[in-house]
């Protein structure tokens, strides 16, 4: 195999070709979350609700569990948000 067709071969091989396994929804509804983990990373699909910040990798900012609310835009589009419900402290 020359230089050229090994290129292309691992260019195929992390390229468009294969999805890509890191861009996914990291968590489900109910589950529970510690500070600062990853809950979506690389999906547009979902937003950054309460208790949760970030655009492209959207993190907990507290220690809780997760739970999914739809709203719809005054344009009629419906999105989904990832929220974090604070566990209750009995400090």
Do not use: W
């Not at 600062?36 to 507290?62: P, V």
């Amino acid at each position: 195999m020359n230089k050229r067709n090994t290129l292309e071969v691992l260019k195929m091989a992390g390229g468009k070709a294969t999805a890509k396994k890191d861009e996914r929804l990291k968590v489900s509804q109910g589950q529970p979350v510690t500070t600062g983990k990853i809950l979506s990373r690389g999906i547009n699909t979902f937003k950054a609700g309460i208790n949760a910040q970030g655009l492209g990798a959207i993190h907990a900012l507290c220690n809780g569990t997760v739970y999914f609310t739809k709203k719809k835009t005054p344009h009629g589009k419906v999105r989904t948000y990832i929220n974090v419900k604070p566990a209750s402290s009995t400090a």
